[in-house]
């Protein structure tokens, strides 16, 4: 039994993968496993996640699959039928685009493709992976070598807006901590891989939720699995 999660690029799968090492250990001892697969980049992934993701649930009756796109950027989007300006309208594109493909593709009749549906979780990193490692400050600062007090951005950390999503956060932090270049595929398995309770990160020391919709997501593959994340 599998839980496919469908990302953009190759930096989330290598991040989450850092993050998810011991959940994905206490899946496998119960017969599950995560495999999480790049579709190369946002476009690419409008056009591939429909057929992927509803040939993985039409394939194996036990298996999951979710949806984790990059909410930024969209306005490039707006004149498209993929079109979204918020979580809700992103999360409505994936999931038509997998009951297409479950109808015209793999000839589901409308019912069996919305019971088939249910197998499918459409979701997002708000706004991008990034916004995972302002969760994890204490281990950012560690790859970061310093000191000082880092949270100076807004809080819940996935609540960064479009002109300055987490990657420009952690891109200036880079710069004016490291004095060097951020490097998605190198730095974001740095820091993550540090983090040893995933429930700090979705919690900031004085309790605050700083990533709903992240946890909303392992919650979903949580109760399907029978296996916690945290």
């Given at each position: 039994m599998k839980v496919w999660v469908f990302v953009e690029g190759e930096s989330d799968r290598i991040a989450l993968n850092a993050l998810w090492a011991s959940w994905q250990t206490r899946l496998g001892k119960k017969g599950w496993g995560i495999q999480i697969h790049p579709l190369v980049d946002k476009s690419r992934y409008f056009r591939k996640i429909g057929h992927r993701a509803a040939e993985k649930i039409v394939h194996d009756e036990?298996?999951?699959?979710?949806?984790?796109?990059?909410?930024?950027?969209?306005?490039?989007?707006?004149?498209?039928?993929?079109?979204?300006?918020?979580?809700?309208?992103?999360?409505?594109?994936?999931?038509?685009?997998?009951?297409?493909?479950?109808?015209?593709?793999?000839?589901?009749?409308?019912?069996?493709?919305?019971?088939?549906?249910?197998?499918?979780?459409?979701?997002?990193?708000?706004?991008?992976?990034?916004?995972?490692?302002l969760a994890a400050v204490d281990e950012l600062r560690q790859v970061l070598g310093t000191e000082e007090t880092l949270g100076k951005w807004r809080h819940p950390v996935e609540d960064q807006n479009q002109q300055k999503p987490p990657k420009y956060v952690v891109e200036e932090l880079f710069r004016t901590k490291k004095g060097r270049s951020y490097r998605d595929t190198r730095h974001a398995k740095v820091v993550l891989e540090k983090v040893t309770d995933i429930k700090k990160l979705l919690f900031s020391s004085s309790g605050q939720l700083e990533c709903p919709v992240f946890k909303e997501t392992m919650d979903w593959i949580a109760a399907r699995t029978g296996i916690p994340a945290y």
């Open positions: 036990h298996d999951l699959v979710v949806g984790l796109p990059d909410l930024y950027p969209n306005a490039e989007y707006s004149h498209t039928d993929c079109k979204h300006a918020d979580l809700s309208e992103l999360k409505a594109v994936q999931t038509r685009l997998v009951r297409d493909a479950l109808q015209t593709v793999f000839n589901l009749p409308p019912k069996n493709a919305e019971a088939t549906l249910a197998r499918f979780c459409p979701s997002a990193l708000k706004h991008d992976l990034e916004a995972l490692l």
